[in-house]
């Protein structure tokens, strides 16, 4: 298994990092995009240097396949959550794991720290949304509303809105303040396997088990329109700073490249 990166501006291949033994299920940038941290089905975590291409660090301590991982918004801690029920924190300067949060039922899908750092969500297999305290580790709430494995999730820019993503083919929404469910998105004829808000809040865009990427405008809860093109299951979708591109890749070996105003595609990697 390899990880390519790529100069979105250009399409150009920019190398890649050394190869993998197992599958790699996970990749995350720090804010400023000098480090990237990778989960793996051989149970680590790994933090390498962008710019050299080099490992700097390797993070052990998972029984299972690590399935997501992320950085708090400073980029200091490491959260990883994997087959083995379990989320850790990391010291991402030093290696050393801070906590282990445990109360999921299945597998860690996904996770998304608040703004502040202050707080982490996760979902899961076990058809939840949890809410812990990154300081103590405490589960402060369990959202439960989906009725199959939740595998997506995502945090609008301003921390107070949650999106979660199911098999059961339904995006629910829920206000991060309260707890509160705000309802849901329906449209993917397949599972949801990933989501994430634009830079402004205003939409959110999803990729699912049908193949499609749907681009939903939250204020009225209508989806503005489905983006075709991928041959077989979206697994992930990603937006650039400036809101002007959507990135698309999917189980066909494909990134796609688009322009989120007008869904027309600029290119294929």
């Known amino acids: 298994m390899t990880i390519r990166l790529w100069d979105l501006t250009t399409g150009q291949d920019e190398g890649e ?10 990749l995350a940038f720090t804010a ?8 793996s089905e051989d149970a680590t975590i790994r933090l390498w240097g962008v710019s050299s291409r080099t ?6 301590g998972h029984a299972g396949g690590v399935k997501c991982v992320t950085f708090s918004p400073d980029g200091y801690i490491i959260a990883s959550g994997g087959h083995d029920r379990t989320i850790r924190l990391w010291d991402a300067g030093t290696g050393d794991e801070l906590l282990r949060l445990v109360g999921h039922q299945g597998w860690v899908s996904s996770l998304a720290f608040s703004p502040d750092g202050e707080i982490l969500y996760s979902c899961s297999e076990d058809k939840t949304v949890r809410i812990w305290e990154t300081v103590s580790g ?3 709430s369990r ?6 494995w939740v595998e997506a999730m995502a945090l609008s820019p301003d921390g107070r809105l949650l999106a979660s993503g ?18 849901k998105l329906i449209g993917h004829s397949g599972g949801v396997k990933a989501v994430v808000f634009t830079p402004d809040g205003g939409s959110l865009v999803s990729g699912g088990g049908d193949g499609t990427v749907i681009i939903w405008d939250l204020s009225t809860g209508r989806d503005l329109r489905p983006l075709r093109g991928h041959r077989g299951v979206v697994f992930t979708v990603a937006i650039t700073g400036d809101g002007k591109t959507l990135a698309s890749g999917g ?9 989120l105003a007008s869904g027309r595609t600029i290119q294929t990697l």
């Open 143 to 148: 959202l439960v509303r989906h009725r199959n």
């Open 138 to 140: 405490l589960q402060l």
């Open 55 to 60: 490992a700097l660090r390797r993070f052990e």
């Open 166 to 183: 199911s098999w059961d083919r339904t995006i629910r929404l829920w206000d991060t303040e309260t707890g509160e469910y705000l309802g």
């Open 32 to 39: 400023n995009g000098l480090s990237l941290a990778t989960a």
């Open 251 to 259: 189980d066909d070996g494909v990134v796609r490249l688009w322009e």
């Open 17 to 26: 990092i050394p190869r993998y033994t197992s599958g790699v299920t996970s």
